[in-house]
């Protein structure tokens, strides 16, 4: 079963769900007048017209801190949010965001008055639409993100760790042979990571353990020191 932080996480996931393709909308974290923040809001202005999900559709207003302007603009797609629960439920935010040439994962987190420069999940700028994620936190509060990427028309999914600074290079959790799409992610009591996903055969599911040390920094690579196998449909 997967812990309470899995359930906490995807709550706060449905935040962005209502995101249908035809959306405008305006991603931003509230504050309260001390400058607390309370919580993150999502403003949508639906259009058949217009097929970009990011728009700023408040300016100058108080305690409300914008996520993404130009997004609008670059035609990236809907957010998936998630508060931390053991990091006073500060929101992480990451979405596929569109390089001029195809879409890379982007994400942002929101510390006490601002948010974080948008960054890369995936540094190497690997081919391929990198699209459909998904982000829980472990019973530590350290993130885990879940994707899958288009490579020449096959769908390989994709499992990172946050580090301290970055995120891990990304493991490989399908078979690079099988498109795989459409990952789901939760955190088992045990601390293995659990992802399923959508095959032409069915769904699949893989059960991954990081050897993680007792102190993380970012040179570290739990790729190799991850374990794998393959769980029950």
């Not at 603009?73 to 957010?79: E, S, T, V, Y």
């Not at 599911?205 to 196998?229: W, Y």
Request: glycine share 8%.
């Amino acid at each position: 079963m997967f812990t309470r932080h899995s359930l906490v996480s995807a709550a706060a996931l449905a935040l962005a769900m209502f995101l249908a393709p035809s959306s405008r909308a305006e991603v931003a974290a509230e504050t309260d007048a001390y400058g607390n923040y309370v919580r993150t809001t999502v403003l949508t202005q639906s259009s058949v017209r217009h097929l970009r999900v990011w728009k700023v559709l408040r300016h100058h207003v108080a305690g409300v801190y914008a996520l993404n302007p130009e997004g609008d603009r670059n035609g990236d797609l809907a957010p998936v949010i998630a508060e931390n629960p053991v990091d006073g439920n500060l929101p992480w935010v990451v979405w596929s965001r569109f390089n001029g040439t195809d879409y890379d994962l982007a994400w942002s987190r929101w510390l006490p008055g601002a948010w974080t420069p948008i960054r890369r999940v995936d540094d190497l700028l690997a081919p391929g639409d990198d699209l459909g994620p998904r982000l829980v936190f472990d019973g530590t509060g350290r993130p885990l993100l879940t994707w899958w990427r288009d490579e020449d028309g096959v769908g390989r999914v994709y499992l990172s760790l946050f580090l301290v600074t970055r995120w891990m290079p990304p493991l490989l959790v399908s078979d690079p042979e099988v498109d795989s799409r459409n990952p789901r992610l939760g955190v088992q009591e045990d601390g293995s990571v659990r992802v399923e996903f959508d095959t032409p055969q069915g769904p699949e599911t893989r059960v991954v353990l990081l050897a993680l040390p007792a102190t993380i920094t970012d040179d570290l690579d739990p790729v190799g020191q991850a374990s794998m196998r393959k769980g029950p449909r």
